[in-house]
T-cell receptor, first 117, second 113 residues
Framework: SAVISQKPSRDICQRGTSLTIQCQVDSQVTMMFWYRQQPGQSLTLIATANQGSEATYESGFVIDKFPISRPNLTFSTLTVSNMSPEDSSIYLC??????????????FGPGTRLLVL | AQSVAQPEDQVNVAEGNPLTVKCTYSVSGNPYLFWYVQYPNRGLQFLLKYITGDNLVKGSYGFEAEFNKSQTSFHLKKPSALVSDSALYFCAVRVRQGGKLIFGQGTELSVKP
């Protein structure tokens, strides 16, 4: 399994500013993911972050708005840039242990609750 | 396209009664299916998964799920519900290419004493 922590756990931000969310995994993992969960909704994948390569973004998400770093096998950051109230969501980091095989379980961090005023 | 559907937004059950949370899927090839639970103000917790083999999968907290290939379903079940089972439940399917999870819309389970 993998234990995942995120910082901050919550934040209230002003529109036009940026927030960087940190994600730490207790073991080395190949595949890390960032999800968004808007109020009352399901999870939507923002991007896949693999160490040593550029993040792969899903349709509707762009690097300029959500830049991601993946400096090593246990850590990643997601920045929410130029925020607007529509960015108010829970942002969840996720990782698949080991080499990220299809049979492996994907584990989630506790989430970062973001409110943009 | 691969997808997951949870047809019920909410399921209400009396404590001690059996519960079922429904999930159907659409994938090409053999599916990799998962159930997660989200308690208020918490992240997602893994309950169980189906990869291959026995159609009845047992997981955490007394939950189990039955994989039915002909009906393309993976319903979550528990013989006797607890009030503490009240939470949001998500079914998910893993996409072969890239390994990402696609989630259903979630089902709110409410267990009343």
């Amino acid at each position: 399994s993998a234990v995942i922590s995120q910082k901050p756990s919550r934040d209230i931000c002003q529109r036009g500013t940026s927030l960087t969310i940190q994600c730490q995994v207790d073991s080395q993992v190949t595949m890390m993911f960032w999800y968004r969960q808007q109020p009352g909704q399901s999870l939507t994948l923002i991007a896949t972050a693999n160490q040593g390569s550029e993040a792969t973004y899903e349709s509707g998400f762009v690097i300029d708005k959500f830049p991601i770093s993946r400096p090593n096998l246990t850590f990643s950051t997601l920045t929410v840039s130029n925020m607007s109230p529509e960015d108010s969501s829970i942002y969840l980091c996720s990782a698949t242990p080991g080499t990220g095989g299809l049979q492996e379980t994907q584990y989630f961090g506790p989430g970062t609750r973001l409110l943009v005023l | 396209a691969q997808s997951v559907a949870q047809p019920e937004d909410q399921v209400n059950v009396a404590e001690g009664n059996p519960l079922t949370v429904k999930c159907t899927y659409s994938v090409s090839g053999n599916p990799y299916l998962f159930w997660y639970v989200q308690y208020p103000n918490r992240g997602l917790q893994f309950l169980l998964k189906y990869i291959t083999g026995d159609n009845l999968v047992k997981g955490s907290y007394g939950f189990e799920a039955e994989f039915n290939k002909s009906q393309t379903s993976f319903h979550l079940k528990k013989p006797s519900a607890l009030v503490s089972d009240s939470a949001l439940y998500f079914c998910a399917v893993r996409v072969r290419q890239g390994g990402k999870l696609i989630f259903g819309q979630g089902t709110e389970l409410s267990v009343k004493p």
